[in-house]
């Protein structure tokens, strides 16, 4: 494909920018369908005259129909949107970032997606669509899974499409004081319902005393059940999230925020906070896995994207045993960015 994309380039450059305006179209009124072209043309902040032109390429060509209500993807757009993405991917030279990220941070493999989830929730939903077509490859026989929480975690649950009514999903950690629908018990129920498969519940906050756990973990038989599944888990799936703004998620207090500051954190996953060289320098009080439990898991999915979380994301990598990172081209820019920079600093 690099050479029909080198020849493009030689000989119509001018294909690739439309190429990637229909593509950006096309997976758009796939996740916001039936929808209007007024309240696309916003989304894509492109002018209604410009749209409606792309958009009528696409219904010729079979790859959108209208309705009353708005526009949809056909069958045919949707069975053509995987192959166009690899071809976006392959002009933006995605490929070789994938190669030279997952070469640089030790990783089987890499997903770079077309995007920035920071400013685009169907970028978001891609991420999603990935990472979860991607676990669907593995659930097999009586797979245990622990997912964590997290709005990119509930994005993964949500598009799970394969069955399997042998898994096991189970929360990788006690829960954070957030959204329902973002809790890992809550991403671990939708999962599960969405393959077909079971769950359990763990039902411990974060931030508890030593003595409180020590007592739960001695007394609820229901918690120590949880704990003992997690501890045989196949598979872990789980987000990143920058220190700021978990710090706030969890009311940290001001005193404890400016430790993690000054120790350098920028990046958390599964309650512990991670450094750009790796260090774990903070681990919040809760019953589950650790990044350093990672290391006796066969398959560890980490899922998070955006520019604003690349620092975030490498501190995290950096900091525990991963094989794959599902994540979009504007974090991954920003981690080539800042390797470099660690290289040459």
Same mark, same amino acid.
């Given at each position: 494909? =690099?050479? /029909?994309i080198?020849l493009q380039?030689?000989i119509?450059?001018e294909l690739?920018?439309?190429?990637? *305006?229909?593509?950006e179209?096309?997976? #758009?009124?796939?996740y916001?369908?039936p929808?209007?072209?007024? !309240?696309l043309?916003?989304?894509?902040?492109?002018?209604?005259r410009?749209l =409606?032109?792309q958009?009528e390429?696409?219904r010729?060509?079979?790859l959108v #129909?209208f309705?009353?209500?708005?526009?949809?993807?056909?069958?045919?757009?949707a069975?053509l949107?995987p192959d166009?993405t690899?071809? %976006?991917?392959?002009?933006?030279?995605?490929?070789v970032?994938?190669?030279?990220?997952?070469?640089r941070?030790?990783l $089987?493999? /890499?997903?770079i997606l077309?995007?920035?989830?920071d *400013?685009?929730?169907?970028a @978001?939903? +891609?991420?999603?669509?990935?990472?979860?077509?991607f676990?669907?490859e593995?659930?097999v026989?009586e797979?245990?899974?622990?997912?964590s929480g997290?709005?990119?975690m509930?994005? /993964? !649950?949500?598009q799970?499409?394969?069955?399997?009514?042998g898994v096991? %999903?189970?929360?990788?950690?006690?829960g954070?004081?957030?959204r329902?629908?973002?809790q !890992?018990?809550?991403?671990?129920a %939708?999962?599960?319902?969405? %393959?077909?498969?079971?769950?359990r519940?763990l039902?411990?906050?974060?931030?508890?005393s030593?003595e409180?756990?020590?007592g739960i973990? !001695? +007394?609820?038989?229901?918690?120590k059940? /949880?704990?003992n599944?997690?501890q045989r888990?196949d598979?872990?799936? #789980?987000?990143?999230?920058?220190?700021?703004?978990?710090?706030?998620?969890?009311?940290m @207090?001001?005193s404890?925020f $400016?430790?993690?500051t000054?120790?350098?954190?920028?990046?958390e996953a599964?309650g512990?906070? *991670?450094?750009?060289?790796?260090?774990?320098v903070?681990?919040?009080?809760?019953?589950g896995?650790?990044?350093h439990?990672l290391?006796?898991i066969?398959?560890?999915i980490?899922?998070?994207?955006?520019?604003s979380k690349a620092e975030?994301?490498?501190?995290?990598?950096?900091?525990?045993?991963q094989?794959v990172?599902?994540t979009?081209?504007?974090?991954?820019?920003?981690?080539?960015?800042?390797?470099?920079?660690?290289?040459?600093?």
């Amino acid at each position: 494909m =690099r050479n /029909v994309i080198e020849l493009q380039r030689k000989i119509a450059p001018e294909l690739a920018e439309i190429i990637e *305006c229909r593509y950006e179209v096309l997976r #758009h009124i796939r996740y916001a369908q039936p929808v209007g072209r007024r !309240a696309l043309a916003a989304q894509l902040a492109m002018s209604e005259r410009t749209l =409606r032109a792309q958009v009528e390429f696409l219904r010729e060509a079979g790859l959108v #129909h209208f309705s009353p209500l708005g526009m949809e993807v056909s069958e045919a757009g949707a069975a053509l949107l995987p192959d166009l993405t690899e071809y %976006v991917k392959a002009l933006r030279g995605i490929a070789v970032q994938e190669e030279e990220l997952a070469k640089r941070l030790g990783l $089987k493999r /890499v997903l770079i997606l077309p995007g920035d989830a920071d *400013c685009d929730e169907t970028a @978001k939903r +891609e991420l999603g669509r990935a990472a979860a077509n991607f676990l669907g490859e593995f659930l097999v026989d009586e797979k245990i899974v622990a997912v964590s929480g997290g709005s990119m975690m509930a994005a /993964v !649950a949500d598009q799970m499409a394969v069955k399997a009514p042998g898994v096991l %999903v189970v929360p990788a950690r006690g829960g954070l004081g957030d959204r329902l629908e973002y809790q !890992a018990n809550s991403v671990a129920a %939708v999962m599960a319902q969405r %393959v077909g498969g079971s769950y359990r519940q763990l039902y411990v906050p974060d931030s508890l005393s030593e003595e409180t756990l020590a007592g739960i973990l !001695a +007394e609820d038989d229901q918690v120590k059940a /949880v704990v003992n599944i997690l501890q045989r888990a196949d598979i872990v799936v #789980h987000g990143v999230g920058e220190m700021t703004k978990m710090a706030q998620r969890r009311r940290m @207090k001001e005193s404890q925020f $400016k430790k993690l500051t000054d120790s350098g954190a920028v990046g958390e996953a599964l309650g512990q906070y *991670c450094a750009l060289d790796g260090r774990v320098v903070y681990v919040t009080k809760s019953v589950g896995l650790l990044l350093h439990d990672l290391s006796g898991i066969s398959l560890v999915i980490a899922v998070a994207g955006g520019a604003s979380k690349a620092e975030a994301i490498l501190a995290v990598m950096r900091a525990g045993r991963q094989h794959v990172l599902v994540t979009d081209e504007a974090a991954a820019r920003g981690m080539l960015q800042k390797l470099d920079e660690l290289d040459a600093g």
